[in-house]
């Protein structure tokens, strides 16, 4: 173990597969992300994009392969120990809480960072309220961070659409994560919202946040993104920066495919 | 101090006046028993109301540690401090033993599971007859007495079983506003989520099941005290329903609809005697308007009553006032 060979190598994944019953979702995948940079994962529908997002999360168990950050191995661990590892993401089909308010699903974020247990909550003792109070101001800055404290109170079930993918930013950014999983962000939102949440990802990162991108509008990636991954069929078929994979002949030919 | 504890104060120094106010005794009686199940239906609406984990099968925990104490200070002449500790202790560990398998199962299997272990138990209250004395119940279980002191009177009963009712609200309160009851909620609406964010998903959920059979078992050994008896029948299948009926028609998540549905389907059955052959009828008429009219359950309505009489109110001081003109639009 060369502590100075993993400054190098931040976040990175090899070898991952991936197999349902017959179906193959992800095969030899290997990624690479540096730290504090906004890494894209692009490829036609089915790709198996998420699938790599559930098994970095810790939801799908892969069958081979290994993903460390930061010199620490994550995988084959469960979703809140993962988290805990500092890797946080959002979801391509939204999860928010409904059943809370918006500023209760921001707090929620902030679940691991409060470490009052049941005799402070039960009894109320000041290490209760003093960490509950370190809570709010961190949700209130989240919330601000993403322009949603006007919202704040409103059941977060009541939010327009693009306000919940916001939303879902915003609980993520609670957590304080090293690396934020961000599974197709702009999708539904229309063009001034997009052009706005791109200005949002990049001081994401300039916050000193590691970013992974999933995402499907390609002007979008091309604009903000420091490195782009393409995956095809379960497998990788070109990285690089996002002029290096545009005029990539075989990712021209995976999209040329699909239409 | 804030709106939530005032509010509980509130109710709590009522609480203390009501006992005067009784035409009967009857109705002393008839608010001990409410009190119970206001513990149990607190303790169950953490686990349903905000966690979403069913239970159809909580009249054992409570029934658990009824006979428990019932057996140790009636049968074997243990003090009743040490029946009602071990009581609670076996309730919460049968509780625990049950949960880790259990709620690995979701949604209708999580719910059979419990209705499963709630039969099986009922028909151990029923066959194991040296230990419980079967259908005809177990007899001869001591007042609640605490160092010399007999709590023989309803009256003396009703502030005991109210105390512990309000106390176990406060904390079931400060644990919903707290880290921990919004991981309850979050678990709720997607696990998935929740787990994403750091919740150890089964863990809290062991917990809360845990705490909520605590409760149930809290509510269990005031009954066999107070009542100095108990048989199978209390524990049934029943039971278990009406209980999550209290929590459902109350107010899911909400702890002071938890108190609404106890005391509202304890003293319904009572008032409904009057009109005998019909009150069946009649009570699953009002349980279905309930259901229909009121969705978020009778906290709900308690909150409209609230606001309408609260406008009521603010228009009444309007048009009191001299300059007052113009219709309302
Ligand atoms: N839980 C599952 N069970 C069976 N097959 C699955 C499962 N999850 C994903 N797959 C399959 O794996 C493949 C990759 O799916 P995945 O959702 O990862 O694609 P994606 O790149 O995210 O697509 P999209 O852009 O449409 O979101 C698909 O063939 C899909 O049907
Ligand atoms: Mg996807």
Redesign the interface.
């Known amino acids: 173990m060369s502590g100075q060979a993993h400054k190098e190598m931040y976040f990175h994944g090899d070898g991952i597969s991936l197999r349902f019953g017959g179906v193959t979702a992800l095969s030899g995948v290997g990624f690479h992300v540096r730290r504090n940079s906004l890494q894209a994962i692009i490829g036609p529908n089915g790709a198996g994009k998420t699938s790599l997002f559930n098994v970095i ?1 810790g ?1 799908y168990r892969m069958d081979e392969g290994e993903i460390h950050l930061d010199g620490s191995r994550i995988s084959g661990l ?3 120990v993962v ?2 590892h500092g890797i ?2 959002t ?1 391509q089909n939204l ?6 308010t918006v500023l ?1 699903n921001v ?6 960072l ?1 470490g ?1 247990g ?1 005799l402070d ?4 003792t000041r290490r ?1 309220f003093r960490e ?1 109070r370190e ?1 709010r101001e961190r949700a209130e800055g989240c919330l601000d961070f993403v322009g949603l404290s006007a919202h704040r109170d409103l059941p977060a079930g009541q939010l327009p659409f693009g306000s919940q993918r916001l939303l879902e930013i915003a ?2 950014l609670a ?1 304080e994560p090293r690396v934020l999983l961000l599974d197709e962000p702009a999708a539904g939102l229309n063009m001034k919202e997009t052009s706005a949440l791109g200005g949002l990802i990049r001081r994401i990162v300039d916050r000193g946040i590691t970013v992974v991108m999933v995402e499907h509008d390609m002007d979008l990636v091309m604009r903000i993104s420091d490195r782009v991954l393409v995956l095809n069929y379960g497998e990788v078929i070109a990285g690089g920066t996002p002029a290096e994979v545009q005029k990539d002949p075989a990712v021209v030919a995976a999209y040329l495919g699909e239409e | 101090m804030d709106g939530h504890n005032a509010g509980l104060l509130a109710f709590a120094a009522a609480a203390a006046v009501v006992p005067f106010l009784l035409p009967n005794d009857y109705y002393l009686t008839v608010l001990i028993v409410s009190g119970l199940y206001t513990i149990l239906a607190v303790g169950l609406n953490l686990l349903m109301g905000y966690a979403g984990q069913a239970s159809l099968g909580h009249a054992a925990f409570y029934g658990l540690s009824a006979y428990t104490t019932g057996i140790l200070t009636g049968t074997h002449g243990w003090p009743v401090w040490a029946g009602i500790a071990a009581g609670l202790a076996l309730s919460t560990a049968v509780a625990y033993l049950i949960a880790v398998p259990t709620l690995k199962l979701r949604g209708n299997y999580l719910a059979m599971g419990t209705l499963g272990f709630g039969i099986i138990v009922y028909i151990v209250f029923n066959e194991a007859t040296e230990l419980t004395g079967g259908p005809s119940g177990l007899t001869g279980i001591p007042k609640l007495n605490v160092a010399g002191k007999v709590f023989s009177s309803d009256r003396e009963y009703y502030y005991v079983v109210w105390g512990a009712a309000i106390l176990l609200f406060l ?1 079931a309160q ?2 919903v ?4 009851g ?2 309850l ?2 678990i ?3 696990e ?10 089964q863990r809290y959920k062991i917990f809360v099941f845990v705490l909520s059979a605590f409760y149930a078992a809290v509510g269990g050994a005031l009954y066999a005290h107070y009542v100095t008896f108990v048989s199978p029948s209390t524990f049934s299948f029943g039971t278990s329903v009406l209980l999550v009926t209290m929590v459902v028609l109350g107010g899911m ?1 909400s702890l002071w609809g938890a108190v609404l549905g106890a005391l509202f389907l304890t003293f319904l059955p009572e008032w409904l005697r009057a009109i005998e052959n019909f009150d069946i009828l009649v009570y699953g008429a009002i349980l279905i308007a309930c259901m229909m009219f009121l969705p978020g359950g009778l906290a709900e309505g308690a909150e409209r009553l609230w606001g309408a009489a609260a406008s009521l109110l603010r228009r009444a001081g309007a048009a009191g006032r001299p300059a007052g003109g113009g219709s309302a639009g």
């Open positions: 999360t939801f469960a979703p809140h988290s805990r946080v993401r979801f999860e928010i809480f409904t059943n809370m209760e707090l929620t974020g902030s679940h691991l409060a009052y049941p909550f039960f009894l109320r209760f509950e809570l609980r993520a957590a | 904390l400060n644990l506003r707290s880290r921990m919004r991981a909620r979050a709720h609406t997607s998935t989520a929740a787990s994403v964010l750091g919740v150890d998903t998540a």
